[in-house]
């Protein structure tokens, strides 16, 4: 009965993992911000330009008001174009970018009419060798109509309703529309104008997806349109701007690579940041510095963020509890949860460690360490991930964590305060980073190095969150640790570190 239950015990293996994140997960953190809207805006579209490449287009919109370029975001994609904010008196950062970064004989579009970027400011564009088409109407739902008509979308295409007299729910859905090709039509309240629905009844679209609730776009609107197309209608809404802008990411990207986030309160960096977040297929979210725990379990599924404006827009401990630096573990698994080995009853398998003080040799210790950096670029190979390099002195931290638990039995990646360890010891030794992970691990010990490799890789392997740390492209750097108590438990900590 003994032997049996002795048996069960030692099958269990604990195993706990962390990223700089909750839920083993990496945000690398790109704050885009100036000290006016118009540098913040001309950050944005540098980063455009790099991500890109090349950029074929620029589009200007005023930034002091944002009814004209409400729909027009959706052209980024089309043109691969940036989106600069600008003023008739300021707009020398604007005219530098595109003298700079867009070949001459290209386009820019303005938009909106003369009352807002005006002639003499595309007299000058002209002047610098570009060409200049103006998107603008005698109001916000005639420049509508010619950014849609500019945007020439297919028969059947879909389409967006979004209300004109507010900016966030456009700009929430502007990155998907551009990706998509989606036409942004824009209405009031409780009805459409008559240019706006001819528009819609050309393009006969196959659905309608309806931005905001009640309070924005009445059914009475909807069912004006959806009468005179037959089309299917969804409506994206929540019960303010922010659950509304976190519905429409959680309906449209389930890739959880790229994020971004700007604030509510402003349309500035939000219209600037819609373009590139369009280039980068990536959800953009609205948030404020009051309420972000809705978002933030949503954010931390993702692996980057981008935050568009400065630290007035999203502040640091917005920023700090979406990249998990207040929340930063999950509890550790449980041994009647974890991976069992099929094997670690055996009684080789339980053998301690011949010297006096318990302690693994260093030959034991470096054979364990090759074997685990093979096994663990193996996988990344497979998933066609670039290899890790073993660092030394990240050696070095792993074997003190791992010491650390097998000395005092301590299995957590935080502090009695709740720091992250592996963080703190970082910053000790001025190791600088972008991202960082981390794996433990408990099992018994095992006298062949090779063996003991291999059953703390399957262990990480089986579980989701170490997996994930181990295949993770953002890493480029391990270390390993690994130590012995005198019960003969093992512990064993990978620590991870991109650059």
Known sequence: MNKKLLTIVLSCALVSSISYNVDAKILRVNRLSGKTRYETSEKIAKEYKMQSNEIGAVILALGTNYPDALSGAVLSKKYNAPILLTTNENKNLALDF???????????????????????????????????????????????????????????????????????????????????GYPIFLVSKDKIYDPILSDIKKLSPSEIYVIGGQGSVSDKVVKEVADSTKAKVTRLSGKDRYETSLNIARHFFNEKDNISIASGLGFADALSGSALASLKNEALVLVDNNSIKTQSKFIEEFTNLDIFGGTGSVSENTVNILK??????????????????????????????????????????????????????????????????????????????????????EFSHNDTNGNFIFKDELAKINYTYRSIGENIAQNMYTKDPQKQAEALFTQWKNSPGHYKNMVNKDFNQLGFGIEVNSQGLTYATQVFVGK
């Open 98 to 180: 595109i003298k700079e970064n867009l070949p001459k004989g290209k386009n820019v579009y303005i938009l909106g009419g003369n009352g807002g970027i005006n002639n003499n400011t595309e007299s000058q564009i002209k002047s610098m060798g570009y060409n200049t088409l103006r998107l603008g109407g005698s109001d916000r739902y005639h420049t509508n109509s010619e950014i849609v008509k500019n945007l020439n979308p297919k028969k059947g295409t879909p389409i967006i309703l979004a209300n004109s007299q507010g900016f966030a729910d456009a700009l929430s859905v502007s990155p998907v529309a551009s990706s998509k």
């Open 324 to 409: 998990g630096d207040t929340i930063k573990s999950q509890p550790s698994t449980k041994p009647d949860s974890t991976t069992k080995s099929d094997n670690i009853n055996k009684e080789e398998n339980i053998i301690k460690p011949s010297n006096n003080n318990n302690s693994l040799s260093d030959a034991y210790k470096n054979e364990v360490t090759n074997k685990m950096l093979q096994l663990v670029n193996e996988l990344r190979a497979s998933k066609g991930v670039k290899p890790l390099s073993i660092i030394p002195i990240l050696n070095n931290e792993a074997e003190k964590r791992s010491q650390h638990m097998a000395k005092t039995g």
